[in-house]
C-alpha cells in the first residue's frame, strides 16, 4: 500500500461534493486554515445564521453599527459552536491572531471586537464554530471524492453572496455540480 503525498491544504476551499450524503456538510463551503500531518481545521464559509455581528456585539455590551446589525454571524461547524472566530484581511495585528494565508488572518481575541463594532475592518467574517478532521481524515474524505479542492479566491471568500460561494468555487475549478458522477467504473 502506498502513502499519498502530504499537501498542505490551508489557505484551499474544500467543495463539498454533490454526492456527499452527509447532513453537516453537504453544500457546504470551507475554507481550511490550519492543515498538518496530524490534522486539519477550518470554517463553512456559506452558511448565515439568523444572529448578526451586531447583535453578538450588544450581547457582549458593545456598540454596533447599523453595517455590523446587518452582517449575519455565520455557523462554521460544528465543533465548539458557542466559540467565536474572526477571519480578516490585513495582518495578524491582534492579542490572539495568526496570518491563515495571503492577506486572511484569524483572530480568536476580543480585542478586535472593537475594530468591528467600529466597522473598521473592511472584510471580515465571524463564524460561530469550526470544522476539524484528525490526522489522516481529510486526506481520506478527499480521496475519497468527498471534497474537491480550490485554492482560496478573496473574492468568493469575503465579496460573494453566501448563496452563491459554493457555484462560484464550483465555476473556478471547472466543475459543474449538476453534470457531477460519482461513479467509477473500469475499463
Not at 454533490?18 to 464559509?45: K, M, N, Q
Not at 495582518?91 to 494565508?101: I, Q, R
Not at 481524515?137 to 485554492?151: K, M, R
Request: aromatic share 10%; with cysteine.
Amino acid at each position: 500500500m502506498t502513502k499519498t503525498k502530504f499537501k498542505n491544504l490551508a489557505h484551499h476551499f474544500l467543495l463539498s461534493s454533490p454526492s456527499l450524503d452527509d447532513e453537516i456538510f453537504s453544500g457546504a463551503l470551507i475554507y481550511v486554515c490550519r492543515h498538518t500531518r496530524d490534522g486539519a481545521w477550518g470554517f463553512i464559509v456559506n452558511r448565515p445564521l439568523p444572529a448578526s455581528v451586531g447583535g453578538l456585539l450588544s450581547e457582549l455590551d458593545l456598540p454596533s453599527s447599523q453595517l455590523a446589525m446587518n452582517t449575519p454571524a455565520l455557523d462554521g461547524g460544528p465543533m465548539r459552536p458557542e466559540a467565536g472566530f474572526v477571519l480578516h484581511t490585513g495582518l495578524p495585528d491582534y492579542a490572539s491572531s495568526f496570518a491563515v494565508g495571503e492577506n486572511v488572518c484569524l483572530t480568536t481575541s476580543k480585542d478586535i471586537l472593537e475594530n468591528l463594532s467600529a466597522d473598521s475592518l473592511e472584510h471580515y467574517l465571524v463564524c460561530m464554530g469550526f470544522c476539524s478532521w484528525g490526522k489522516g481524515q481529510l486526506e481520506d474524505e478527499v480521496t475519497a471524492g468527498d471534497w474537491l479542492v480550490s485554492p482560496c479566491d478573496l473574492q468568493i471568500l469575503f465579496g460573494t453572496p453566501y448563496d452563491e460561494r459554493l457555484d462560484k468555487a464550483y465555476d473556478k475549478i471547472g466543475v459543474n455540480p449538476n453534470a457531477f458522477v460519482s461513479i467509477t467504473g473500469y475499463a
